[in-house]
């Protein structure tokens, strides 16, 4: 299976209802690397790297997130891999 890596940008109600924390353990249960960040903007992105259909998987979970949060929207580019090997998160 090919490895990709993908950067996400989420807006809605993402920061402060556990967005990061949430990610990061779905992150983890999937078994894909990277990192998960607020943005001064409101917005949290994350980098996400791992076997194709992994991040793909943590990509649809980030479209419904934790139970608190709201997403509105979700802007998904190709990005270079960076070898991480663990999930984290960014402050």
């Avoid at 993908?6 to 949430?22: M, S």
């Avoid at 990509?59 to 929207?73: K, L, T």
């Amino acid at each position: 299976m090919a490895r990709v890596a993908r950067h996400v940008r989420v807006t809605g109600r993402v920061q402060g209802v556990f967005f990061r924390a949430w990610t990061r353990d779905e992150a983890r249960s999937i078994g894909v690397c990277g990192w998960v960040g607020n943005c001064d903007d409101g917005a949290v992105e994350a980098h996400i790297e791992g076997e194709e259909e992994l991040v793909d998987e943590l990509i649809s979970r980030m479209r419904e997130g934790p139970p608190q949060a709201r997403v509105f929207d979700m802007k998904i580019d190709e990005a270079t891999d960076e070898n991480s090997s663990r999930f984290e998160v960014r402050h």
